[in-house]
């Protein structure tokens, strides 16, 4: 089945450091990628939809220049959070998707993010 | 616009009961339907999908799911819980387009 990994699992950092995290789908090709937070015992809340080779698009309420968003490749896509403070402390999960619209999501396994 | 909504933030069985969880979706267009399961600290795993075939969508772990047009329903069943069954349940509607709408969330709790 198709795999989607996300890089680090767990990130415990100072406030003002900036932090990358890498989705890569393994074994398909990810025209889509999506960014997820999720907030302790509540549901996804995407942030933003990103195609290979363009622009992300951000949801509205969410802070492109604090979350930059890069779909370089196929395969690849990061998101950067920019000079983290602890209200940007959450579990992030990107997922991928290839080909058609009706093809469901697939997600990687989400980075904690923890800014002291 | 899409919506769904799933009825029950928290649902309780015993192991061997079957399981039921409810979602209701709303939608302009025939909807994509989905259903993730989530362990705790991880990401979204797929049970199943429908996309506009069979009605009754059969999924892995033993899991199930009948799309009801008529009722706008796609409620998840399982006919005989185990322990491992315990966790998040997320049932999701796409409008053939780029966004995938997710609802609350149902934990899951299974009693030995």
């Known amino acids: 089945g198709a795999v989607v990994s996300q890089h680090p699992s767990r990130v415990i950092c100072k406030s003002g450091t900036s932090v990358k995290i890498e989705c890569r789908s393994l074994?398909?090709?990810?025209?889509?990628m999506f960014w997820y937070r999720q907030f302790p015992k509540q549901s996804l809340m995407l942030m933003a939809t990103?195609?290979?080779?363009?622009?992300?698009?951000?949801e509205q309420g969410v802070e492109k220049d604090k979350f930059l968003i890069n779909h370089a490749s196929l395969t690849l896509s990061t998101l950067t959070v920019t000079s983290a403070h602890p209200e940007d402390s959450s579990f992030y999960i990107c997922?991928?998707?290839?080909?058609?619209?009706?093809?469901?999501?697939?997600f990687g396994d989400g980075t904690r993010l923890s800014i002291l | 616009a899409q919506s769904v909504t799933q009825l029950g933030s928290h649902v309780s069985v015993s192991e061997g009961a079957l399981v039921l969880l409810r979602c209701n979706y709303s939608?302009?267009?025939?909807?994509?339907l989905f259903w993730y399961v989530q362990y705790p600290n991880q990401g979204l795993q797929l049970l199943l999908k429908?996309?506009?075939?069979?009605?009754l969508v059969k999924g892995i772990n033993g899991f199930e799911a009948e799309f009801k047009k008529s009722e706008t329903s796609f409620h998840l069943t399982k006919p005989s819980a185990h322990m491992s069954d315990a966790a998040e349940y997320f049932c999701?509607?796409?409008?053939?387009?780029?966004?995938?709408?997710f609802g609350a969330g149902t934990r899951l709790f299974v009693k030995a």
């Open positions: 997922s991928a998707r290839g080909g058609q619209t009706n093809q469901p999501q697939h």
């Open positions: 074994d398909f090709q990810a025209t889509t």
């Open positions: 990103s195609n290979e080779g363009s622009k992300a698009t951000y």
């Open positions: 939608s302009s267009v025939p909807p994509y």
């Open positions: 429908y996309t506009s075939a069979a009605t």
């Open positions: 999701a509607v796409s409008d053939q387009g780029f966004k995938t709408i």
